[in-house]
T-cell receptor, first 114, second 113 residues
Framework: NAGVTQTPKFRVLKTGQSMTLLCAQD?????MYWYRQDPGMGLRLIHY???????AKGEVPDGYNVSRLKKQNFLLGLESAAPSQTSVYFC?????????????FGDGTRLSIL | DQQVKQNSPSLSVQEGRISILNCDYT??????FLWYKKYPAEGPTFLIS?????DKNEDGRFTVFLNKSAKHLSLHIVPSQPGDSAVYFC????????????FGAGTRLTVKP
């Protein structure tokens, strides 16, 4: 049972380049989330989706775009990467958005912007 | 503005002893609290949670205590085991927007044999 899979695991970009991070879940979860984790800070929500075709902004959405074309996939895009976006990115999913439905996380993507 | 704070970056305890991890929050709208555990190179995994209508929730060796008046919660691990060595994140959400979960910066627990 794969759970939540993030691709790639590591990536180095130059400032101004673009890229897409892929998150896939095989648990038939409705809700999906993208977080970033920076040193000395907790995970911060970038964007989330409450179902196929829907997206919403989280706490730190600037500089990122997302798409949820298929229920099992949630893509995070950086159109023009900046050094401030160097971080570890985590994707998560939950069956519903109910507070008693814990989120299941992928293993993260470590992204460095030079 | 960190609404969830874990003021101890690290904690070291002996195997068999109690581990107490603390978490404070500032937003009085938070009414659900969770603890996640994270091993290196892995994503966080859910450990235990508590609703604001309770002041204690227990699951095996793990107990979470909530003090709403102090806006403080703690995770107790008894007895601590070397396999418990990990980073522990406290998280909180509000029923008015439970998708916007806020996390603390984490506490790295080391359990020494």
């Amino acid at each position: 049972n794969a759970g939540v899979t993030q691709t790639p695991k590591f990536r180095v970009l130059k400032t101004g380049q673009s890229m897409t991070l892929l998150c896939a879940q095989d648990m038939n979860h409705e809700y999906m989330y993208w977080y970033r984790q920076d040193p000395g800070m907790g995970l911060r929500l970038i964007h989330y989706s409450v179902g196929e075709g829907t997206t919403a902004k989280g706490e730190v959405p600037d500089g990122y775009n997302v798409s949820r074309l298929k229920k099992q996939n949630f893509l995070l895009g950086l159109e023009s990467a900046a050094p401030s976006q160097t971080s570890v990115y985590f994707c998560a999913s939950s069956y519903t958005g109910a507070e008693d439905q814990p989120q299941h996380f992928g293993d993260g993507t470590r992204l460095s912007i030079l | 503005d960190q609404q969830v704070k874990q003021n101890s970056p690290s904690l070291s305890v002996q195997e068999g002893r109690i581990s107490i991890l603390n978490c404070d929050y500032t937003n009085s709208m938070f009414d659900y609290f969770l603890w996640y555990k994270k091993y290196p190179a892995e994503g966080p995994t859910f450990l235990i949670s508590i609703s604001s209508i309770k002041d204690k929730n227990e699951d095996g060796r793990f107990t979470v205590f909530l003090n709403k008046s102090a806006k403080h919660l703690s995770l107790h691990i008894v007895p601590s085991q070397p396999g418990d060595s990990a980073v522990y994140f406290c998280a909180a959400s509000s029923s008015s927007n439970n998708n916007d979960m806020r996390f603390g910066a984490g506490t790295r627990l080391t359990v020494k044999p």
